[in-house]
């Protein structure tokens, strides 16, 4: 059973970016394809992106394409989601989260097994 803590949350400007981590303990990252989410007050969690095992396929929400970047490194257990040009709809708590030997990327959160207790990015504009 893995473990998944995220950081690097905060307020930013529009246009700013920032870069969150999901630290994995417990288990090997590499047994687990990867994801996050976001989630605003009163709306339901939204699917940002997913990267699977090895790291090779990513798949992104058509509202971060071109601006988010998801990535892995298997060998420390971590995953990184880097936001460039952030915008105030972006504004959530974001949330990581695992599917065991996930062999298909998926947007739906029931498919994923463990998550994070997520971190908060604020956009001011």
């Known amino acids: 059973q893995v473990q998944l803590v995220e950081s690097g949350g905060g307020l930013v400007q529009a246009g700013g970016s920032l870069r969150l981590s999901c630290a994995a303990s417990g288990d090997t990252l590499s047994n687990y394809a990867m994801g996050w989410f976001r989630q605003a007050p009163g709306k339901e969690r939204e699917f940002v992106a997913a990267?699977?095992?090895?790291?090779?396929?990513?798949n992104y929400a058509d509202s971060v394409k071109g601006r988010f970047t998801i990535s892995r490194d298997n060998a420390n257990n971590i995953m990184y989601l880097q936001m460039n040009s952030l915008k105030p709809e972006d504004t959530a708590v974001y949330l990581c989260?695992?599917?065991?030997?996930?062999?298909?990327?998926?947007?739906?959160?029931?498919?994923?097994?463990?998550w994070g207790q997520g971190t908060q990015v604020t956009v001011s504009s």
């Open positions: 990267i699977s095992r090895s790291g090779s396929v990513r």
């Open positions: 989260a695992a599917d065991w030997r996930g062999m298909v990327l998926t947007p739906r959160p029931d498919e994923y097994d463990y």
